[in-house]
């Protein structure tokens, strides 16, 4: 089995995993939403309860200030897989907040939806992001993912309104390391849509090719 190389604290990685069996994770909006905001509940080194405990801490007003153990930089989510762009803050901060997430969705989903068993793929999977360049294009194409296969699918949201200014309010991610580079948020709006059309063509051609 192979394993995960070693997450360094302030390196880049692309996580990602998907639902057994290809199957949907999110059933509806409620899901959706649940699974987004476990994206921070599960992002914090201290112990925590059931998603249900946490909900109730919001309601009291008795969350405590968070610690979290990774930094998102990109992330979309999808009808039955995600992807994530993260750095570790804390050793074994991957590791710890992705079992976290793992853990607490499927507790909700399967009580929710009354079954059992396992709701993931396995293990997530991931890889190094070994330069600058394969950090911007990665950014571009998990911002884009949303669109990719899925039609604009109202079970699906990415990070993309974050980059573009769209979202006042509650953010999850870290963009500064990527819009520094750009001269305005247009610029890579227009970066994210070049990319998001090679992809695609890319896609056809290998279609064509296998054909």
Request: aromatic letters at 14%; one cysteine or more; hydrophobic letters at 30%.
């Amino acid at each position: 089995m192979r394993k995960h190389p070693p997450f360094v604290v302030g390196e880049y990685y692309h996580v990602y995993n998907r639902g057994t069996d290809k199957r949907n994770i999110f059933v509806d909006e409620r899901d959706l939403h649940r699974f987004w905001e476990s994206l921070f509940d599960f992002n914090q080194t201290d112990p925590i309860g059931s998603v249900y405990e946490l909900s109730f801490e919001k309601k009291s007003g008795k969350v405590s200030k968070r610690k979290p153990l990774v930094q998102f930089i990109a992330y979309c989510i999808n009808p039955n897989h995600f992807h994530f762009l993260v750095t570790p803050l804390k050793e074994r901060g991957i590791e710890r907040f992705m079992q976290r997430l793992g853990n607490g969705y499927t507790k909700y989903f399967n009580n929710r939806h009354k079954r059992s068993g396992v709701l993931f793929q396995g293990k997530f999977k991931s890889r190094y992001v070994d330069s600058n360049e394969y950090l911007l294009h990665l950014s571009a194409y998990i911002n884009a993912n949303d669109k990719l296969g899925h039609r604009m699918s109202k079970l699906s949201k990415s990070g993309m309104k974050e980059f573009s200014g769209e979202i006042l309010g509650k953010k999850l991610c870290n963009t500064e390391i990527i819009l520094d580079q750009f001269e305005n948020k247009k610029d890579y709006k227009d970066f994210v849509s070049s990319s998001f059309e090679d992809i695609v063509l890319r896609k056809e051609m290998l279609k064509e090719l296998e054909n």
